[in-house]
């Protein structure tokens, strides 16, 4: 019953949204009419690029394997160690708190201060998912824009953390505490 | 076929092409992992289309211009900064959004600093981020941040607004 209920949770909004919408369209409603012109747009522009860009996504999973790049973890350092970060951070996906998880793991691995900040501005700016969807939705002019902008500024900040904490004895926890 | 669809469809075909060329397990691999990825999202996607829809029929552009417009000026940053780095909204899910606020007359400026705090800066997640990296790191990054997004706004804003 539980289990019912989470799934139905999910589907209540589109359930509600269709129901809705039937009813304008038999007893004439033009703003419901309106709204679903607007929506049935929307969803066109979305489904014929999306499953594309996520299967460009599955094929670059398939053929730059995470774990591959984070075997050079802490071994490198200057300009390719920097590179390393981003370009790992650049095949994950995903909500930014579910980069602390990896910074931990990189710190185990013997990243220092700079390079974990300098990952986690690569992931909340560069992911390829995010890059792929930007660009379908704000236009590429945009995206290598804002890219280009953003880059040396995460850097930066990556230099100004390990300015600001090195001597305070800085650490990064697994979370559980 | 809008431009989008042209060229990530070409793209995709493309590199599915190459990839199948070279292995076809590992292609075939990926295109299974794509397809859960794609099913994951689609849902929450579909909510957010239903939701932007909704707004812009009720929202008329004049607000939307007004607070979020090029002449919304300082108003206007802050109302995205404040509100990108308070609430929590998936990325995927943003990018719908984005475009409606700029189709309903946002700026380019105003949009990428909501964006961009919405990604870097999280005062949601803050007491997670804290038991990660420290109370000090954690407000540091995310004041740090916060002050790079409204840069990376202006800058993006003065940019657009030169090619557008």
Redesign the interface.
């Given at each position: 019953m539980k289990i019912f209920m989470k799934k139905f949770r999910n589907y209540i909004w589109i359930t509600l949204y269709l129901v809705l919408t039937v009813l304008s369209f038999i007893i004439g409603f033009e703003p419901g009419k309106d709204i679903f012109t607007g929506f049935g747009q929307s969803f066109i522009e979305m489904i014929t690029f999306i499953p594309f860009l996520f299967i460009i996504v599955g094929l670059f999973d398939v053929w730059m394997p995470k774990e591959k790049i984070q075997r050079h973890i802490g071994q490198e350092s200057g300009v390719k160690g920097i590179a390393i970060m981003v370009l790992l951070a650049m095949l994950q996906a995903g909500p930014l708190y579910g980069a602390f998880p990896v910074a931990y793991m990189l710190y185990r691995k013997g990243a220092g201060i700079r390079n974990i900040f300098i990952y986690l501005g690569a992931f909340t700016s560069m992911k390829i998912p995010m890059l792929g969807i930007e660009i379908g939705y704000l236009g590429i002019e945009y995206t290598i824009t804002r890219t280009l902008v953003s880059l040396p500024l995460f850097i930066g900040i990556g230099y100004l953390m390990e300015i600001m904490l090195k001597n305070r004895k800085f650490e990064v926890y697994d979370g559980s505490g | 076929?809008?431009n989008?669809?042209i060229?990530?469809?070409s793209?995709?075909g493309i590199?599915?092409l190459v990839?199948f060329l070279i292995d076809r397990r590992?292609?075939w691999?990926?295109?299974?992992?794509?397809?859960?990825?794609?099913r994951n999202m689609l849902?929450p996607?579909?909510?957010i289309?239903?939701l932007?829809?909704?707004v812009?029929?009720f929202i008329s552009p004049d607000v939307i211009s007004r607070y979020l417009g090029a002449e919304s000026g300082v108003t206007g940053f802050a109302i995205a900064a404040v509100v990108g780095s308070i609430t929590?909204i998936?990325?995927?899910i943003s990018?719908?959004i984005?475009?409606g606020l700029?189709q309903q007359g946002a700026s380019?400026a105003v949009?990428?600093t909501f964006m961009?705090t919405l990604?870097?800066v999280?005062v949601v997640?803050l007491p997670?981020?804290i038991?990660?990296?420290?109370r000090?790191?954690a407000i540091?990054?995310n004041s740090?941040?916060f002050v790079?997004a409204i840069?990376?706004g202006l800058?993006?804003g003065l940019?657009?607004g030169v090619?557008?």
């Open positions: - | 076929m809008s989008n669809a060229i990530f469809i793209l995709c590199l599915s990839s590992k292609t691999e990926g295109f299974k992992r794509g397809w859960r990825m794609f849902l996607f579909i909510n289309l239903i932007v829809s909704l812009i029929y929590l998936p990325g995927f990018y719908p984005a475009a700029i380019y949009v990428a961009t990604m870097m999280g997640t997670l981020e038991k990660y990296f420290g000090r790191a540091i990054r740090l941040n790079a840069i990376i800058l993006v940019v657009m090619i557008k």
